[in-house]
């Protein structure tokens, strides 16, 4: 009996399984983001290019739209390869370039010295429509089946074949090199124009102040000698001679030396001479203008001696105005 009761609650508790309490979920909270790692496996190109080597990268072509007749580029970022080598390698010689009915190659160029190699392509299309380039091998690189999409100037309107739109002007290839050099070359030329103008004018300056001042030093030595002739002939210059004369050593020295001394007496010029940075100049023109105006006011005729002395002392002065300006000039 006891057997029987102990066989049939074994059996109740294998076919019954008795309830076990499951563990809820752990909520998440819904500002946690979830991320799903994906690969995405592809190859990258320029608008309107296609390629059938492994071994490019990307294809950029340069413009993204080109039209029958136009210069263009393709540039081919390359897989790097151990053979490479670091000089860069040109093909511009005709016979040695791809040839092709709907294209035509013009110079190819492997350049190296990036991370990653290019090539570059420059070419002109012939055909409108996706075309594809001729086979060719450059350095350790044989590209092949590499399709441009070309643009034809027609395109299907309402009326048939109409001209397509105009292309952005800076999209046409040189005109931006064009349009910045214009500008650089404009703003250069302001910029000469402008220093030209100030360096010009503080030089013109000098270049005048210098031929008036051997204008009127030739000046002198032309009156001085006329006044010699005279002396020399027995004759006597006028009192105008003599104010012409002392009115060109006056310029002439405030010319040369700076010193305004055009509207002063002799006295005036006596009792300044000490102020003067150079007496001695200052002093003799004091005497002089002293002297003339005696000649030229007292009313008596004025005798070949004082004449003569007038003529030496203005000779004398000339001298050492011209002196004493070679050496500020050196100093």
């Known amino acids: ?13 294998i076919l019954v399984p008795l309830p076990v309490p499951i563990p809820a979920p752990i909520p998440l909270p819904l500002h946690v983001p979830m991320f799903v790692p994906v690969l995405v496996f592809g190859e990258t190109a320029g608008k309107g290019v296609s390629s059938g080597t492994s071994e490019i990268l990307s294809a950029v072509q340069v413009p993204p739209q080109v039209y029958v007749g136009d210069r263009a580029r393709l540039v081919l970022t390359m897989v790097p390869k151990a053979s490479l080598g670091n000089r860069s390698i040109v093909i511009d010689v005709e016979d040695k370039l791809p040839q092709s009915k709907t294209m035509q190659i013009s110079r190819l160029e492997l350049e190296p010295h990036s991370k990653n190699p290019r090539i570059i392509i420059d070419f002109i299309p012939l055909e409108p429509g996706q075309i594809t380039m001729p086979s060719f091998e450059i350095g350790p690189y044989f590209v092949s089946k590499q399709a441009v999409e070309v643009s034809s100037v027609l395109e299907s309107g309402q009326s048939g074949p109409e001209t397509a739109p105009l292309e952005e002007p ?14 650089f070359f404009a703003v250069l030329v302001t910029v000469l124009v402008l220093a030209l103008f100030i360096w010009g004018s503080a030089w013109y300056g000098k270049l005048q102040t210098w031929v008036r001042k051997k204008r009127m030093s030739r000046d002198l030595k032309q009156t001085l000698q006329r006044f010699e002739q005279v002396l020399t002939q027995g004759a006597y210059p006028s009192p105008g001679d003599v104010g012409t004369l002392l009115a060109l050593l006056r310029n002439y020295l405030e010319l040369v030396m700076g010193f305004p001394c055009v509207a002063k007496t002799g006295r005036e010029l006596l009792a300044e001479a000490g102020g003067s940075g150079f007496p001695e100049i200052v002093i003799q023109l004091g005497n002089l203008v002293t002297l003339s105006d005696a000649l030229r006011f007292s009313g008596k005729e004025a005798s070949a001696m004082d004449l003569r002395q007038l003529c030496a002392d203005s000779r004398r002065l000339l001298l050492l105005i011209e002196q004493t300006n070679k050496g500020r000039q050196r100093a």
């Open 170 to 183: 800076l999209l046409v290839p040189g005109t931006r090199l064009l349009l910045y050099s214009a500008l």
């Open 1 to 13: 009996m006891s057997r029987r009761l102990f066989l049939n609650l074994l059996l109740l508790l």
